[in-house]
C-alpha cells in the first residue's frame, strides 16, 4: 500500500490545454509538496502547503486536508511543462508518490 | 545561496569499491536527506537528518550503506562495498522543518557501479 497516490501516472496534453494531476494521501501530514522533474534534470520544488491554495505563473497547487487530497493544475500548459511531477507529504515521516509524467505537445 | 551542493556530479567504479558521495546543505537548513532515484522504484528516501542528528534510516537498503552528518554544512553517503544495483542517481535535499519553503534539492550524483 502506497501511502501517496498520484494519478494518472502518465498525461500526454496538447499546448494550451488545461492539466490537472491528482494526489491523495493516507498519512497524518504537516505539509505536502510538489515538486518538478524534467527529464536528465534535477528535481525543483513548486509549492509547500499546508492548507487552502497557492499559485505561481501559471501553476497552481490545492489541498483539501479534510479528504487529504491535492491536485495541481496547470493553466494553458506549455512544452516546456513537459516533466515528471511529484507529489510528497512530511510530517512524522516522509513519503512520495511515484510521479506523473507529462508530456506537452506543441 | 548557492543550493545544495553535491558531489561529485557523476562516478563510474568498480564493484567492490567504496563510494563516498558528498553534500553540502543550504545554510540555515536543519534537516537533511538522502535519496536515491532509478527508473524502476522511483525515488526513494534512504535516510534523513534533523539537526545533524540521524532520525530514520530505515530506507538504507543494507549495512553497506553508511550517512553521516559530522556538522551542519556537510554530509556524506558512503557505499562499502559498491554493488551494480547501488547504480542510480543519488539526491541530497535540505529543508528548514516547519519553515515556509519546501525542499531545495541538490543536482544529484549519478553513480555508475561496474
Known amino acids: 500500500k502506497n501511502e501517496v497516490e498520484q494519478s494518472p501516472q502518465n498525461l500526454t496534453a496538447q499546448e494550451g490545454e488545461f492539466i490537472t494531476i491528482n494526489c491523495s494521501y493516507s498519512?497524518?501530514?504537516?505539509?505536502l509538496h510538489w515538486l518538478q522533474q524534467h527529464p536528465g534534470g534535477g528535481i525543483v520544488s513548486l509549492f509547500m502547503?499546508?492548507?487552502g491554495k497557492k499559485k505561481h505563473g501559471r501553476l497552481i497547487a490545492t489541498i483539501n486536508i479534510q479528504e487529504k487530497h491535492s491536485s495541481l493544475h496547470i493553466t494553458a500548459s506549455h512544452p516546456r511543462d513537459s516533466a515528471v511531477y511529484i507529489c510528497?507529504?512530511?510530517?512524522?515521516?516522509?513519503?512520495f508518490g511515484t510521479g506523473t509524467s507529462l508530456t506537452v505537445i506543441p | 545561496d548557492a543550493g545544495v551542493i553535491q558531489s561529485p556530479r557523476h562516478e563510474v567504479t568498480e564493484m567492490g569499491q567504496e563510494v563516498t558521495l558528498r553534500c553540502k546543505p543550504i545554510?540555515?537548513?536543519?534537516?537533511l536527506f538522502w535519496y536515491r532515484q532509478t527508473m524502476m522504484r522511483g525515488l526513494e528516501l534512504l535516510i534523513y537528518?534533523?539537526?545533524?542528528?540521524?532520525i530514520d534510516d530505515s530506507g538504507m537498503p543494507e549495512d553497506r550503506f553508511s550517512a553521516k552528518m559530522p556538522n551542519a554544512s556537510f554530509s556524506t553517503l558512503k557505499i562499502q562495498p559498491s554493488e551494480p544495483r547501488d547504480s542510480a542517481v543519488y539526491f541530497c535535499a535540505s529543508i528548514q522543518t516547519w519553515g515556509a519553503g519546501g525542499y531545495t534539492f541538490g543536482s544529484g550524483t549519478r553513480l555508475t557501479v561496474v
Open positions: 498519512v497524518g501530514i504537516s505539509a
Open positions: 545554510s540555515g537548513h536543519n534537516s
Open positions: 537528518f534533523n539537526n545533524n542528528v540521524p
Open positions: 510528497a507529504v512530511t510530517g512524522n515521516q516522509f513519503y
Open positions: 502547503l499546508s492548507s
